[in-house]
């Protein structure tokens, strides 16, 4: 096994630890005496996932497109660690953009995230589009955004002011992508002859959507804007971790080109 699958299933297990100790009541979020040392636990965590994605780019230096891929994913990377110091919500501060959405800090996250995942995409389209046409691809992203669109309707609240509005309804088409990506993948490898290395990554693409869906489900828009909190953080956690610690594999086991696929896919999907 190599390092780096060693320190994602050690991130992994921090983040399940730390959220399981929050939902048994060990320690809280909420809880003014131990939220700091909390949040410093995670942000270990978080720094675990940047080490690993930094180590991944320099183990593919001597492969120029994927060692491109690489810095492409460390940067993505970057920027959702960003989001997620805005999600610790470290002032304290709730209805801050008026009196319907406590946790609407979640909503200023975005400007972090949206671009941290719409760089993972962009990535992810150049290898799709070794399998499949461009219109076809298009196809599958505006149903993806069609989709998307329909469940966001169901969960927001429409009196919670136009900033708030419009923001989590561009993020959710956002993060709708990276679960199309993952379904495309597969299906390009195929589901009975792709090897397991793909299934993974696959899984952490969909695992993204699932946890920023919780997020926007659960703890933004849930429990008429109050939020299912903090135990829908916690599950978020764990999920979220859980996507990025695969996520950041994908330079490792994804050929960005025909020449890569053909001379180094069996390598990577082993090393």
């Known amino acids: 096994m190599s390092k780096h699958i060693i320190i994602s299933l050690i991130a992994f ?15 809280s979020v909420s809880n003014s005496q131990s939220r700091y040392y909390i949040f410093g636990f995670e942000l270990l965590t978080l720094c675990l996932l940047v080490v690993n994605s930094f180590l991944i780019a320099h183990y593919l230096r001597t492969s120029k497109t994927q060692f491109r891929l690489a810095v ?34 979640l909503i200023d996250s975005i400007w972090f995230f949206g671009p941290g995942y719409l760089l993972i995409v962009v990535a992810l389209m150049q290898i799709l589009l070794q399998f499949y046409q461009p219109k076809v691809l298009l196809v599958c992203v505006i149903g993806s955004l069609l989709l998307a669109t329909l469940s966001y309707t169901n969960m927001v609240i429409l009196g919670s002011g136009v900033y708030i509005i419009s923001m989590a309804f561009f993020y959710s088409l956002v993060i709708s992508l990276p679960a199309l990506c993952g379904v495309l993948l597969l299906l390009a490898y195929g589901f009975n002859k792709a090897p397991i290395c793909i299934w993974v990554i696959s899984l952490g693409l969909v695992l993204a959507s699932i946890a920023d869906a919780i997020i926007g489900q659960f703890w933004l828009f849930g429990n008429n804007g109050k939020g299912i909190f903090p135990l829908a953080r916690e599950i978020n956690w764990i999920v979220y971790i859980a996507s990025q610690s695969i996520i950041v594999h994908i330079p490792r086991i994804l050929p960005v080109d025909e020449r890569s ?8 999907c082993k090393g």
Not at 75 to 103: P, S
Not at 261 to 268: P, V, Y
């Open 13 to 27: 297990m921090c983040a399940v630890i730390d959220a399981i100790g929050g939902m048994l009541g060990y320690w």
């Open 72 to 105: 492409l994913c460390f940067i993505a990377l970057v920027f959702c660690v960003l989001g997620d110091i805005v999600n610790f919500n470290l002032g304290g501060e709730y209805y801050g953009k008026g009196d319907v959405i406590k946790h609407d800090y």
């Open 261 to 268: 696929a053909s001379i180094n896919h069996q390598k990577l």
